[in-house]
């Protein structure tokens, strides 16, 4: 045997040896640098954002400030109270629907049948409280019911049988405008009766102030209980979260804007208060927000929208997903469709019809969310009938022909999804998407 094999091993060395090599420094989350950077640091983050196409709400923001300039500038009426009022009002039954259709837009589909649907729960309704005496309430959850029930008809076709959501839902627009033919028989129409639950849905007004101011604080306490919340859970969990200071400063921009849209509300220049279809509205978006952002269900729409077959090996039951957000669409059309015929003073043959479904997936795209399935938000829906109701307002006291209005809306839809392509090419070359 050789000497080197007999030579004991040095056991300082061995000891140096054995030691684990020094554990690398932890990854620190860019947010964090950026917010010890204070408002430089958020200002550089969102010049990275915008160069890499993340633009967010900000093109619908910019919009509805420069559409709020231009047409305070050419009438001073513009952001008069009663103005303010009449753009609530319109927004809210197509709002509604609109809610519906982020949703079925987040899988990548497409639903084009909710006026139609929308239809259908007007004569639904009316053909049940008036023709035949039932109660306000039950008259008017039946026909929500009903467009629950559509809307899960074409899931079921569409995830399945397998029939294209396209397709599926070209029939059902077809086939329901057919069956609110038929339901409201050979008069056409059927008055929406005085003192009605659907007839105060856009008539009543919470005349009090308070309501407005006290809806107000509502808000803005929900959403700073809601922030402070997440920072603690996320903290918990060793997660970056958002410091009190800008807990504060977002919750204080969130105030100011509440609480003066209360003001204009209660102003006596026409104003009758705070409406009810804005509260009804509201409470909407929230629930659905709430959805969205914090279910499972929520998180497993936006995985399918993302990459259906993705979700499906990661044990997503696809299937009930797409059938589940087809009944939402469904039952927010039928809603909304109550909304349209209290504008309108009844149920009719062409209620839901005419650019109704234009307007509805006009506004959610325009609001922010993605033709192209996975990306958006509920507020889209919010955002884009501000944008398109504040329009047909600013055209309707200039005194323009409806004409002006379809082009106008056109082109704010085509800049819209421009956007949002070259959003989706930016984030791609940048490596974002």
């Known amino acids: 045997m050789s000497d080197l094999a007999k030579t004991p091993l ?36 969102f010049l990275r954002k915008v160069r890499g196409g993340e633009l967010g709400s900000l093109p619908v923001v910019v919009g509805l400030i ?34 519906g259709i982020v949703f ?9 049948s909710v006026g139609s649907v929308a239809g259908v729960g007007a004569a639904v309704w009316a053909v049940l409280s008036v023709n035949h005496g039932w109660g306000d309430w039950l008259s008017v959850v039946s026909a929500v019911v009903c467009g629950l029930v559509i809307g899960a008809v074409h899931g079921i076709f569409f995830a399945k049988v397998g029939v ?10 077809l086939g329901w405008s057919g069956l609110q033919i038929w339901l409201m028989g050979k008069e056409g129409s059927i008055n929406t009766p005085s003192g009605s639950v659907v007839e105060d849905l856009t008539t009543h007004f919470f005349a009090d102030k308070a309501a407005a101011y006290g809806l107000a604080f509502a808000a803005v306490l ?20 958002r410091p009190l200071s800008e807990i504060l400063l977002r919750t204080g921009v969130l105030a100011v804007l509440c609480f003066v849209v209360a003001y204009f509300l209660n102003e006596p220049d026409g104003a009758r208060g705070l409406p009810l279809a804005l509260v009804l509205f509201l409470a909407v978006l929230v629930l659905a927000d709430f959805v969205v952002r914090r279910t499972t269900f929520g998180r497993q729409v936006f ?3 993302g990459n259906a077959e993705a979700a499906r090996r990661a044990g997503i039951n696809v299937d009930r997903v797409r059938i589940t957000v087809f009944a939402i669409s469904g ?43 996975g990306r958006g938000k509920i507020w889209s829906a ?47 070359s940048a490596g974002r998407a």
């Open 164 to 173: 294209p959501a396209f397709v599926v839902t070209l029939a059902g627009f």
């Open 331 to 373: 039952m927010l059309a039928a809603f909304g469709g109550l909304f349209i015929a209290s504008l309108s003073g009844g149920a009719t043959k062409s209620l839901g019809g005419g650019n109704t479904l234009m307007i509805v997936i006009a506004a959610a795209v325009i609001g922010g969310t993605s033709l192209f399935g």
């Open 66 to 99: 420069v559409i709020a300039l231009v047409f305070q500038f050419q009438n001073d009426k513009f952001l008069s109270a009663s103005s303010l009022a009449n753009i609530a009002v319109f927004t809210s039954g197509v709002g509604i629907m609109s809610v």
């Open 382 to 428: 919010l955002l884009g009938m501000l944008v398109i109701q504040s329009i047909q307002q600013g055209l309707n006291l200039e005194g323009m022909a409806s004409e002006i209005q379809y082009m106008i809306t056109g082109a704010v839809l085509l800049a819209a999804v421009v956007i949002d392509s070259v959003s989706r090419r930016t984030q791609k």
């Open 10 to 45: 040095d056991k300082s060395a061995t000891a140096v040896d054995a030691e684990p090599s020094a554990a690398p420094a932890a990854a620190v989350d860019p947010r964090l640098l950026v917010r010890e950077q204070g408002f430089a640091g958020y200002w550089t983050e």
């Open 222 to 241: 929900l959403y700073a209980g809601s922030q402070l919340l997440d920072a603690r859970r996320r903290k918990g969990a060793g997660l970056p979260s």
């Open 303 to 305: 995985a399918v929208g």
């Open 104 to 112: 079925v837009l987040l899988l990548g589909e497409i639903d084009l």
